[in-house]
């Protein structure tokens, strides 16, 4: 009952989508880090470039379980 | 003029996407709920599984007319 | 170094998804503005009719650089 | 000294004033909640029509003794 | 589907009420501006002269469709 | 240039109105503090009984000119 | 994987601690819902009556399986 | 009906917990302010010292009965 | 009394200091609007290269009369 | 009077109270970290299982001295 | 351990930056607090003249001992 | 595009100004981060001694690019 999780701030870019902004986030920190458990979205920005959206953006914490 | 509002607060959850987590609670709501006119969403998070998001968590408010 | 940028506030409205709210939104700003560099989500919400998502909507704000 | 209280939250509308949509919303509740004893204010915005206010909106919260 | 809004802040100034003071500054914009369909109220302040209140201030998010 | 200004926060309450609780706060405090120069409203709520609204308050800060 | 949950909003009341208001709040709602997950607090205070802390004040949300 | 509150914002620390820290401000205050109505957490912090912790602190508001 | 402020949301950038990010914007400002009488820092960030800051970046408001 | 600190997110949880959840995080964070100075609540929550609170939730900031 | 912190709200105001303004409000307040510990800057923003920022004005807190 | 960028928060300490600890703090991170592109500031506080401001605090997060 008496786990630690700790929670990092990533920020996850994607061309497609702000889910897969979060999945680009996630699977880079799954190479360095183990037992993830959940995200949180705090902020969804982007850019443009000549007039068009070209990046989506997600701002995540992610919290895994501290060993 | 002078209708009423009430607002019920759902947490929505899909496999695909933080629109289909929202549809999965709308959806839901619509079995009991008659006359919902809007959602907000508030909060956006998921869980992550084996270093993989595995579910997308919309909680999202939904507005209903009151009779 | 000492450009300066304007951010205007606008809300995009999609059937299909908030990323094609934020795409329509962008879409609509680049016919009368030049130079926009990025956006930010504040707000996420959406119309709902007879138990069904019908409208997503995003409130976006859009920066651009000012002559 | 245990009494639990829930909080309901409502838009309640009117023509006249912010007060009035308040009102509004508070007596329409009044019809199914008893033990009402206080309310506050989330949220404030209106309507507007060919150039001027036609609605008053509150966003309010209620809060009820739960027997 | 597809209509885009733009909201603008502007600040309303009342010796009355904070409805007066939205009122006045939606009668101003509604020189320039067609298209107005919503206000939010973002901040209420107002000023005070020889211990009394003198101005009513409504800080106000006017949206009006995009052309 | 150089005056500084201190903020105390107040709470107001009338049977009338959010404007009526404002001025009676602001007419408490001039018996007291000189220099008061503008106030900000920061949370609106009120008391219920029997299913009526019976009374606005009004929290504020009130800003006033240290000598 | 496509469960939804609600939350609702309570303010739990105790005379000995926050956990305590928490737990009165939980307690209550448990004779009427079913499937509680887990609870969040969104504000705490409590009353003074002659000099010392004679209440404290839990506001949660409380989520729930929806069937 | 027309009564005013004011409020002060105080810091109190215990070694023991949040509701000890908030008892000794409200203690504090009581030997100078009378007519104390309620409290407010408004943030809660604390020491650590040698990998321990050795304060609780909670940021309350006080409010008080103005004559 | 009833004249009425728009607020437009402009980043100032400098390489020295904040100040000086806010004056760069305010002076770009001062070419198309006439009447500016405060602004607002609703943000501070910066841009850091090669392990040093390289700009101050300050998005503010700034409020203009209407005519 | 140039010390620099640094702050890593935890979740602490404990059956007993939301003071024990920030101990066992503080704890836990000792055996890797040193110098550290103070922590910040910013979240609590907690788990129900069959109608009662079994785990309290502390998410806290901890702000250590970086060498 | 005990000791108890009030915090009092000052705005200051300098026509050189935000730090002599947070100065301007600290030296003021040292004329009438004594065992001033810690300030935060809760908004920063200033006034215009003539297309030109004449003052910075710095909303601080500041905490002092109470005896 | 698929590159991942990840938030630290730290704080920096100056006795002259708050650009001066923002630096402080990103010349300490630069020992250890490679890849820093740009820092926010999340809070502004400082600590007094004997009625002066004897220090400055910056809370800045920092982002750089993960590889």
């Known amino acids: 009952m ?3 999780y700790k929670k990092v ?3 996850g870019i994607s061309a497609k ?3 897969d902004a979060v999945n680009n986030a996630v ?3 799954s190479k360095t880090l183990h037992g993830m458990a959940w ?3 705090s902020e969804q920005h982007g850019r443009i470039s000549e007039g068009k959206v070209v990046e989506y953006q997600a ?3 992610v919290a895994f379980k501290v060993d």
Do not use: G, Q, T, Y
Request: proline fraction near 0%; charge should be negative.
């Open 27 to 29: 699977e880079k920190a």
């Open 2 to 4: 008496d786990r630690v």
């Open 17 to 19: 989508s702000f889910e």
């Open 39 to 41: 995200f949180e979205v």
């Open 59 to 61: 701002v995540i914490k």
């Open 9 to 11: 701030e990533l920020v």
